[in-house]
């Protein structure tokens, strides 16, 4: 675990057939398409862009420290050299993958899906495609399930060290699912005793519907720490997959305080991109992303290996802590005073993160009286720091404060 919560941002990649219909990854289902329907992007899906360590790279200097890689989705065509089925891309596609991420130092994820709306013995719920069809067909689930586990084996004894594994998603008892599918339908208590054996200090999710190692909140930011090790995975513009139209993108700032606010409260962030059907990170993705990278130059130390502080955070502010350095990150920027309760005696020097410029302590007598420009005192405890006029010109502006 202690990679995880040190590296805090990672990147999470959606790729597959339905980056050609370009239209959200769940396109199928919305659709309700046949296998028939949804066959030419199967057949068009030759990504002659792809260029696995370019994604490395933007990854790395966003600031990211690992990347997680959709082995498979819902729609079940396999990313690499599955011997289990044809229903694959024409080349391994996760192997170079794999090596652009070590080239880089990203630690390696793989997503891979639980829900299969191709193979032939998934059992239909309200999930399917085929939900409107009569009658169902007859599956077996085992013979599904054997596949599955067949699937993970090879992912996890194929590309050696495996970091992290994002399994998707369990829905037992959801009734407008028709009572959707969980831990017994996919056999997961078996299946990750296998993953640990065949990765002993791989990471796993919460989604086969049995405990993981960690908990992953989805586009939402938890208003306080969850109790146990989280990760929030969000999206650029609400689709995880390429969707072309969508233009409905999260602004640079925004996403640096989804990051923030995350550490704030214990957790990581999972940035996710969808490369389009030739492989390549659309242009407004790979620019918010080095956006994000500029703020991280200057200002990686208030994240990594950082966490909550014990501390009351100011209204529009987040601490993150590290030992002796605690961070305030500045949501907004008030005139020339910000009051720290609690800090009053505990730090020893103050500095702007962005430039190291010095920040000036101020402690105010409580019982001070307000008059003309003095200000009145602030409640016993409190530490006033005296900022400049102007806003530092970064996404969000940090101040560190040395702890005695
Ligand atoms: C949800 C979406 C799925 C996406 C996943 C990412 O389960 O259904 O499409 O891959 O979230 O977390």
Redesign the pocket.
């Known amino acids: 675990m202690n990679w995880f919560v040190n590296d805090r941002f990672g990147m999470?990649v959606?790729w597959g057939p339905y980056s050609l219909a370009a239209r959200h990854?769940?396109v199928k289902t919305r659709e309700k398409l046949t296998d028939a329907q949804y066959q030419p992007y199967v057949d068009h899906f030759s990504p002659d862009l792809y260029d696995p360590a370019a994604w490395a790279r933007t990854a790395r200097a966003a600031g990211m420290r690992y990347a997680v890689l959709?082995t498979k989705?819902?729609d079940g065509f396999c990313l690499w050299d599955s011997d289990l089925t044809d229903y694959k891309a024409p080349r391994d596609l996760v192997e170079p993958f794999v090596a652009a991420c070590r080239a880089e130092g990203l630690k390696v994820g793989f997503?891979h899906?639980l829900i299969d709306w191709h193979h032939p013995e998934f059992p239909v719920d309200g999930t399917h495609p085929l939900r409107d069809v009569q009658p169902l067909p007859e599956r077996d689930i085992s013979v599904y399930r054997r596949y599955l586990h067949g699937q993970v084996r090879e992912l996890l004894t194929r590309y050696g060290t495996v970091d992290y594994l994002?399994f998707?998603?369990s829905y037992s008892g959801r009734s407008e699912w028709w009572g959707g599918k969980g831990p017994e339908d996919w056999g997961s208590k078996e299946l990750l005793a296998m993953v640990r054996e065949l990765q002993p200090d791989i990471l796993v999710n919460d989604?086969l519907g049995i405990p993981g190692d960690f908990v992953?909140p989805?586009?939402y930011q938890p208003s306080a720490p969850m109790p146990s090790p989280w990760e929030a995975?969000q999206t650029l513009n609400g689709s995880?997959?390429y969707d072309r139209d969508n233009l409905d993108y999260k602004s640079a700032d925004l996403l640096v305080k989804m990051l923030v606010d995350g550490v704030s409260k214990g957790g990581n962030l999972l940035l996710?991109v969808g490369p389009d059907g030739r492989g390549r990170i659309d242009p407004r993705a790979t620019a918010l992303l080095a956006r994000i990278g500029g703020w991280m130059e200057l200002h990686e130390r208030s994240i990594r290996g950082c966490g909550p502080a014990e501390y009351p955070a100011p209204a529009d502010c987040r601490y993150t802590r590290r030992g002796d350095r605690l961070y305030l990150h500045l949501f907004s920027w008030p005139l020339r005073h910000v009051h720290l309760p609690g800090l009053a005696g505990k730090v020893r020097y103050a500095q702007l993160l962005n430039d190291a410029s010095e920040i000036r302590l101020v402690s105010t007598d409580p019982d001070q009286q307000a008059q003309n420009t003095r200000m009145g005192g602030q409640a016993p405890g409190t530490l006033t720091l005296e900022l400049p006029v102007q806003r530092p010109e970064v996404l969000v502006p940090v101040v560190e404060l040395f702890l005695e």
């Open positions: 999470f959606h990854e769940w959709t989705h819902h997503y899906s994002f998707d998603f989604r992953t989805e586009q995975c995880w997959g996710n």
